[in-house]
């Protein structure tokens, strides 16, 4: 059974940090690992990615306060969220991709951003 778990979410004040958690099982090989994020009558989009080189891949509003980081053999990734702000709310969901490119969602965890 495959599973993508995110942890991590939760309620913070605008500046602070958050750092997400995803770990995947039941994939037998990962190509590459990313967090996207929803908000309500919104398309899911791009917040942080892997490149299939390995390279990170931000959406412009994040760069410089969002870092992504993982292990694809340990099938695991992390984005650390730093000075976040109001319009960073949204539900954030872990997607990971394997060789054939099949992509997997995992179930989302909130992140508020409010004082």
């Known amino acids: 059974q495959v599973q993508l778990v995110e942890s991590g979410g939760g309620l913070v004040q605008p500046g602070g940090s958050l750092r997400l958690s995803c770990a995947a099982s039941?994939?037998?090989?990962?190509?590459?690992m990313g967090w996207y994020r929803q908000t309500a009558g919104k398309q899911r989009e791009l917040v942080a990615a892997?490149?299939?080189?390995?390279?990170?891949n931000y959406v412009d509003s994040v760069k410089g306060r969002f870092i992504i980081s993982g292990d694809n053999a340990k099938k695991t990734v992390f984005l650390q969220m730093n000075s976040l702000k109001s319009e960073d709310t949204a539900v954030y969901y872990c997607r990971a991709v394997n060789l054939v490119g099949y992509i997997y969602w995992g179930q989302g965890t909130q992140v508020t951003v409010s004082s």
């Open positions: 892997f490149t299939t080189d390995g390279r990170p």
């Open positions: 039941g994939i037998s090989s990962i190509k590459r």
